[in-house]
């Protein structure tokens, strides 16, 4: 029920934003009944909605002031996660908990700190209107964009203010073009109350099918259709890595075939002659909504944590769980806006918000950084969760694991450098088998039932998520 009502209020502050209501003070009173004299106009939806939006009232007082402007362009992360968790209880927590991990991890892979990650990306274009279907150079364009700003080679990036100077960080990832995919379609991607457009990743449904997601980087750019009758326009989203070893045995939630990120036509490259207009107002694009998309990919949250992102509020007690950032206590409104300063913290140690971070929403022409623990972060998930994807072999330099033989034939053994409560999973790559175990220091595993061919290993505890590739030979 309560990521139900969650997307509720996401709705909610799209029809605020739709009637301008967010700068004014207003008695809820006033705010729904210009939303009835609307949903009247739609009169299909009007019983069914009115009644959510009662609901969300009753449950949820939210005070309404200026400081509260909201962008009307936002990113779907927390669509993501609220419409996920409606299928799997417990899908924002696997999340954080991949988060947590992850960032513990984040020291042990320091020393891995010079190898440049190289990602593979597939681009793939679902178009409908001749508009839709991308240039190449928009896509190259954009590639570019997303080198310059994860390798710190952006031609603003000294545009960030002195105090915030030293935080800034070359990732040391890099992507590499490998294929567009052009798909002409008759399907619309319409974002909903209880789905994701993602039917724009499945060639059954009007979209195109990911490429091996596991080994590459998949981009849809399609036009991302608003909420029917009520709007919620989203620039993009992306599936962050979640905790797979940690899943209940047979769901994979969500599935391999989703990871990636999509994004909507219109801010995808540099220079897209489409623009995206919301309630009369321009998205100034400059190709940066794919470098935060990447960045949610890459496991980073919103700079200020969506602890009063979602009601639009103010909260200082949500933290996105990076050290080295500022404390935020909402998105930025869009614009460059130097003087806000949302939380006041004690002690002399006060910063502003920083509007300068790509993962804010503030406009993109202000955006140029990650920070160190960002990048620490991502590079984590790229050595851990997103192993596979950078098939880097110095990925497996620290062994707090060892595993043999691989490939292997009746037996798997694993002997742990410390004993600790671990968890193995076992899962061919098309999910029909799966063995689970909780071990502890060494264990050997009987695998002589299982069919040859390729299987991924994950081995969790506190202080490890690792994903190993194993091959079970022929007889
Ligand atoms: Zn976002």
């Keep these: 029920m309560k990521h139900y009502l969650e997307i509720l209020v996401l709705i909610y502050r799209e029809i605020l934003e739709k009637f301008k209501f967010l700068t004014v003070e207003n008695s809820d009173k006033s705010v729904v009944s210009i939303y009835k004299m609307q949903l009247k106009l739609n009169n299909k939806a009007y019983l069914y909605y009115e009644i959510q939006l009662l609901v969300a009232f009753l449950l949820f007082t939210i005070p309404l002031s200026a400081q509260n402007k909201i962008s009307p362009f936002q990113c779907g992360h927390e669509y993501v996660l609220s419409i996920n968790e409606q299928n799997y209880s417990n899908y924002r927590e ?60 952006n031609e603003d990036k000294s545009n960030v203010r002195d105090i915030f100077k030293d935080l800034q960080s070359d990732a040391e990832i890099e992507f590499e073009l490998k294929e567009v995919k052009r798909v002409k379609t008759s399907a619309n991607f319409a974002l909903s109350l209880t789905g994701l457009p993602d039917n724009v990743k499945r060639a059954s449904n009007g ?144 910063l502003p918000d920083m509007i300068e971070n790509y993962m804010d929403y503030s406009g993109e022409n202000c955006q140029n950084t990650f920070t160190k623990e960002q990048v620490a972060l991502m590079r984590s998930v790229l050595a851990n969760q997103r192993q596979l994807l950078t098939n880097t072999e110095q990925s497996f330099a620290n062994q707090q694991v060892n595993i043999w033989p691989n490939p292997f034939q009746n037996f798997i053994n694993i002997t742990l450098n410390e004993n600790i409560e671990t968890k193995v999973k076992l899962t061919s790559l098309d999910i029909s088998e799966i063995m689970s175990y909780k071990i502890s220091e060494k264990y050997m595993l009987d695998v002589e039932t299982l069919r040859s061919g390729t299987y991924l290993l994950e081995v969790v505890n506190d202080k490890m998520y690792k994903v190993l590739k194993l091959i079970k030979a022929h007889e």
């Design 207 to 350: 979209g195109s099918g990911a490429t091996d997601p596991d080994r590459h980087l998949n981009i849809w750019v399609c036009k991302i259709q608003p909420i029917p009758f009520i709007g919620g326009q989203i620039l993009g989203y992306a599936y962050p890595p979640t905790g797979l070893g940690n899943w209940p045995d047979g769901s994979s939630a969500p599935s391999k075939d989703l990871e990636g990120v999509v994004i909507d036509y219109r801010v995808f490259g540099l220079n897209n002659p489409n623009k995206l207009t919301v309630n009369g107002s321009t998205h100034q694009s400059f190709a940066r909504t794919t470098v935060h998309e990447v960045g949610h990919y890459l496991g980073l949250r919103h700079i200020w944590g969506d602890g009063g992102g979602l009601f639009g509020g103010n909260s200082c007690d949500a933290d996105d769980g990076i050290s080295d950032t500022p404390n935020q206590g909402t998105q930025s409104p869009g614009g460059c806006d130097t003087s806000a300063n949302t939380c006041i913290e004690e002690g002399g140690n006060d």
């Design 94 to 153: 696997m999340v954080n908990e991949t988060f947590s991990i992850a960032y513990k991890n984040k020291d042990i892979n320091a020393h891995h700190r010079n190898d440049i990650y190289k990602i593979p990306v597939v681009v793939h274009i679902v178009w409908k209107n001749s508009e839709e279907n991308l240039d190449d150079s928009l896509i190259f364009s954009q590639i570019k964009v997303l080198n310059k700003a994860f390798r710190l080679q």
